[in-house]
């Protein structure tokens, strides 16, 4: 039970990642003495020090000589590989540490179970759990590049409480959401690669896209654009990070990178633009609507998860919320202040 506790804790800091680091695995891990951690750290930025390296770092000069009769929790199989860090399995027999208990095992080519293999040559004790649902929803981004070969997408919308996406009459401010729903939103902004908006979105709302209510660093914009409806004087395009616009056909003078789609919104045109984001390494993407671009990856079949707010107020008309499959599974509920907050898996 000990030991599922700090596996826990190991999932805890993995979350406490952020978009920084990017297509890798996020991955927490603690070092305990006597039932005391001495240690914690993460994985924050691909490329930079893994959580192993991180944790032991943490450990205060005093407790230093306690590292070798210490057991190293990690969310997952540590890296026996040099890419662009060091291997995780090196350090760990540099500390002398004896006794190693990880979660899933890495699915990298190299890794699965060839970190075990080294440990446990060296001597080292190492515990799996295999099943361990806290650690296995960390990762749920890289377990879909792995198998379906595009990132994870989360859909993400607001409705009104008779579920409309914005009302009719566009003449007044509307706000679907609370404040704290609205900075949640920004948090998970600052977690996610991209974030895909609709051309008349785009149009109709001017949105910036930042993540300006929380601390973290923007997320690419996508703009899906089949009928070339934006006008390239938005917002989005006066950015410092110029946006990636898959367009219906060539735009020029426009201050985005540009993408000739077609003019179809179907699987295969939303399957490019998946395909593409994959090819720059963005494990994880959400898309922000509006209805049309939603519906359509609903329609497809891409997509993992919806978060899905539900305001208090009613616009008796306007634009419909997008539709789930009835074979969605709601996997929790929640009340943000007046919103309610439902999160959606397609299976
Ligand atoms: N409450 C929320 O969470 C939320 C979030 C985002 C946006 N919104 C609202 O959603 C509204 C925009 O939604 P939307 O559905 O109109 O547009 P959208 O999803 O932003 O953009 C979809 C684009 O794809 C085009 N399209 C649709 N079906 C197509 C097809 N079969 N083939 C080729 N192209 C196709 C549309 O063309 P057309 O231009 O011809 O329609 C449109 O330009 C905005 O008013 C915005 O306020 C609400």
């Not at 409806?229 to 990178?257: C, H, Y």
């Not at 609903?298 to 074979?327: M, N, Y």
Request: proline share 5%; hydrophobic share 40%; aromatic share 6%.
């Amino acid at each position: 039970m000990k030991n599922e506790r700090y596996l826990e804790r190991c999932a805890q800091l993995a979350n406490l990642a952020d978009s920084r680091v990017g297509d890798s695995p996020r991955v927490g891990a603690v070092l305990v003495h006597q039932d005391r951690i001495i240690g914690e750290g993460y994985h924050q930025i691909a490329g930079q020090a893994h959580a192993e390296v991180n944790c032991l770092a943490s450990v205060r000069p005093a407790d230093r000589p306690l590292i070798p009769e210490a057991t190293l929790f990690i969310s997952l199989e540590p890296c026996c590989i040099v890419g662009r860090s060091g291997a995780c399995t090196n350090v760990i027999k540099e500390h002398g540490i004896k006794s190693v208990v990880f979660a899933q095992r890495d699915s990298t080519p190299g890794v699965n179970g060839a970190s075990v293999a080294i440990l446990e040559a060296a001597g080292v004790a190492v515990t799996e759990y295999p099943a361990f649902q806290p650690t296995l929803a960390v990762n749920a981004h890289r377990r879909v590049m792995a198998l379906k070969g595009r990132p994870f997408v989360s859909l993400k919308f607001a409705q009104s409480a008779d579920g409309f996406l914005r009302p009719a009459d566009r003449s007044a401010d509307y706000w679907i959401t609370n404040p704290i729903s609205r900075r949640l939103v920004h948090r998970w902004r600052a977690n996610t690669s991209a974030i895909i908006v609709g051309g008349r979105t785009v149009v109709e709302d001017d949105p910036s896209l930042t993540t300006r209510l929380f601390p973290g660093r923007n997320a690419l914009a996508v703009i899906i654009d089949p009928r070339n409806r934006v006008s390239g004087n938005e917002k989005l395009f006066a950015s410092s990070q110029r946006p990636l616009l898959f367009a219906g056909s060539e735009r020029k003078d426009i201050n985005a990178e540009v993408v000739v789609m077609g003019k179809e919104l179907n699987k295969a045109a939303l399957t490019q633009v998946l395909t593409l984001l994959m090819e720059q390494r963005l494990g994880h993407v959400t898309v922000e609507g509006g209805a049309g671009i939603l519906q359509a990856f609903i329609r497809a079949g891409l997509w993992d998860e919806a978060r899905v707010f539900t305001g208090k107020t009613s616009f008796r008309a306007g634009v419909p919320a997008p539709e789930l499959p009835a074979a969605a599974t709601r996997v929790s509920v929640e009340r943000v202040g007046s919103d309610l907050l439902e999160v959606y898996s397609r299976s």
